[in-house]
């Protein structure tokens, strides 16, 4: 398989099911892999999940989350105003875990030149003891974990999901060995994610936040990455690149107020896979989080999948004022914490 895109999914993750019109729904996935049957993406093979182990768990959740999260597997239970576990939940959580874990070893061993980590429930809201935002475990900071264990000294993630990854953050906050950036709409849920939140302690300059208003398109987004996220990277020079991808910056987005679209989110996938390949001889693993408009969702899902087996897209120009001085403000705050980004 070595040279291909390796896929990660699982049927299993549709017994996931928090109820009747919520957006994370298993449609959600029941329309991705319909579109992967129906077409199957160039040069992509597909694996089933399995499940994360409790010690891959507990190298970012407490033994007494985990285990109460257990004992509420094969039940109903309501652990926030919108996250849900049904009966399939806590299988559905350790199979998504455990298939971001795999997309990170398949690029660390070879195995795949890259890989997409295709789950759910998602991750990048949920606290070391805390289930939140539809999220259960930490799939992206598990799997950041794995591959620091597994050899990678320094591990980028990149979170485009349109909210911000306040679990994420959290988990890395005073590491200098994990650097955490997201580009989200801002004030929104969860409410973090201000341009000041830069780490601490020994992490202070390793979590780099763009909060942007709603309606910022793909030139906006083209902007963040090509003079705030691509620099900050380069300077770090990750062994492995995650990319926490939500598809809910969507224009069709019913969640949420931003203007991308496929080719955007293709063209951010695109300058990840180029700095994978500049810094890391190309380990890039994606990790599904949101996306709640199906067809958006799929069309967004197999554009990255086409730029994972080599196809090349650019963002279009022209930012907007409000997004280039979004970014100033992210430099700034960078730069009084001792980390200035170096020019683009
Ligand atoms: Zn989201």
């Not at 601490?200 to 705030?228: E, I, S």
């Amino acid at each position: 398989m070595s040279g291909s895109t390796i896929v990660i999914t699982d049927k299993r993750f549709l017994d996931h099911d928090p109820g009747d019109g919520h957006p994370e729904s298993p449609a959600r996935l029941e329309a991705l892999l319909e579109d992967l049957a129906r077409v199957p993406a160039t040069d992509v093979a597909m694996e089933e999940a399995r499940f994360a182990t409790d010690a891959e768990i507990e190298t970012v959740h407490p033994a007494a989350y985990r285990e109460a999260l257990a004992a509420r597997g094969g039940h109903r239970a309501r652990l926030d105003p919108d996250t849900v576990m049904s009966p399939g939940s806590w299988d559905a959580a350790r199979l998504a875990a455990g298939a971001a874990v795999e997309a990170v070893r398949a690029t660390m061993t070879g195995r795949a030149r890259n890989a997409f980590a295709m789950v759910r429930p998602p991750g990048h809201h949920a606290e070391p003891d805390r289930a939140m935002g539809f999220c259960l475990l930490n799939n992206a900071a598990i799997a950041a974990e794995a591959a620091r264990r597994a050899g990678a000294a320094r591990v980028l993630i990149v979170d485009w999901d349109v909210h911000h990854g306040n679990g994420t953050q959290d988990i890395f906050a005073a590491r200098d060995d994990v650097l955490y950036m997201s580009v989200h709409q801002y004030p929104f849920y969860p409410g973090t994610g201000a341009a000041d939140e830069v780490g601490v302690g020994a992490g202070r300059g390793a979590t780099v936040n763009c909060p942007l208003p709603g309606g910022q398109g793909d030139a906006d987004y083209g902007a963040v990455f090509h003079d705030l996220f691509l620099p900050a990277a380069r300077a770090f020079r990750p062994e492995l690149v995650i990319v926490s991808a939500g598809f809910d910056a969507h224009a069709r987005d019913p969640l949420a107020n931003m203007r991308v679209s496929e080719r955007g989110f293709a063209a951010m996938a695109s300058v990840l896979a180029q700095l994978a390949d500049e810094t890391c001889g190309g380990k890039l693993a994606l990790v599904l989080e949101g996306g709640y408009d199906l067809p958006a969702l799929t069309a967004s899902v197999r554009a990255a999948l086409e730029v994972l087996a080599g196809r090349h897209e650019d963002f279009p120009g022209g930012p907007q004022a409000a997004t280039l001085e979004a970014i100033g403000a992210a430099r700034a705050a960078l730069r009084a914490a001792g980390r200035a980004v170096p020019k683009s």
